[in-house]
């Protein structure tokens, strides 16, 4: 039910707040809540490129490409069996 409605909630959320919201993330060095806009950006990929443009969103997911792959890397020991650890992004 709550889920349901912050669904309807992100819908109607402006993308240029979700921008700025990502901005303040990485200068205040909020990992969780720059998580939190980088899955709303992909999830809102269409609306996003059309209030800021293809170039834009493509620079704004390049630079967010950080805060959904750091946590990915950095609970990555090694490969197995080859010994080559991961460092993060």
């Known amino acids: 039910m709550l889920s349901a409605d912050l669904r309807e909630r992100a819908a109607e959320f402006p993308v240029e707040d979700a921008v700025s ?5 990485e200068r205040f060095n909020a990992g969780n809540l ?3 806009c980088a ?3 992909l999830e809102h990929h269409v609306r996003i490129i059309k209030s800021i443009g293809a170039p834009e969103y493509s620079d ?3 630079r967010m490409a950080g805060s ?3 946590p990915l890397f950095s609970s990555t020991k090694a490969l197995p069996g080859k010994g080559v650890a991961f460092r993060g992004c």
């Open 68 to 70: 959904y792959t750091r």
């Open 34 to 36: 720059g998580n939190a």
């Open 60 to 62: 704004l997911v390049y």
């Open 21 to 25: 919201l990502y901005q303040l993330s």
């Open 39 to 41: 899955l709303f950006a």
